[in-house]
């Protein structure tokens, strides 16, 4: 482990300032997807993945903006950890992929990810933040406290 643990309040503090310059979803996700990739070390894809309808009556999770390799362009509820997810709404954090069941494989070179839910104000979920990492055991309690208030300040900014 050539990294160390990011200051997660420094983080949010940061995106707090960048939504200053614009409340753009997009712009807002797109930012704090390259500030979260800027900022944790060992880490291969940070991203965001949005419930969208795709057919009437139909949703699904349809990749956002990312920083990284090309993903998955659709999720469906309850498949893979990102689906798993949405479906439980509750943070995923797997050590290694590989023991996970229904795992989707959008870069081989992934190893362990995160996955926190994003919240509308009436506490349905919205969207997933997905960040994979080519370690194994990457993720740890810490980093899912931190990048849970990480993505409730982001929440705040874009549901307010």
């Known amino acids: 482990m050539s990294w160390t643990r990011p200051d997660y309040e420094l983080l949010i503090r940061q995106m707090k300032a960048l939504s200053e310059i614009s409340r753009d979803g997009t712009a807002l996700l797109a930012n704090a997807s390259a500030l979260l990739y800027e900022a944790l070390g060992g880490v291969n894809w940070v991203g965001f993945y949005l419930v969208r309808e795709t057919e009437p009556g139909h949703e699904a999770l349809i990749v956002g903006p990312f920083q990284g390799r090309p993903a998955c362009v659709r999720i469906e509820k309850g498949r893979g950890v990102c689906g798993t997810c949405w479906a439980e709404e509750s943070t995923q954090v797997v050590p290694d992929v590989h023991d996970f ?11 362990s990810e995160i996955v926190i839910p994003l919240r509308r104000p009436d506490g349905q979920v919205y969207g997933v933040l997905d960040i994979d990492s080519p370690e194994f055991d990457r993720f740890s309690g810490e980093d899912a406290c931190g990048l849970e208030a ?6 705040g900014i874009i549901n307010g």
């Not at 069941?101 to 190893?111: E, R």
């Not at 990480?150 to 929440?155: G, I, S, V, Y």
């Open 150 to 155: 990480f993505a409730a300040a982001l929440d």
């Open 101 to 111: 069941p229904g795992h989707i494989a959008c870069d081989s070179a992934s190893n």
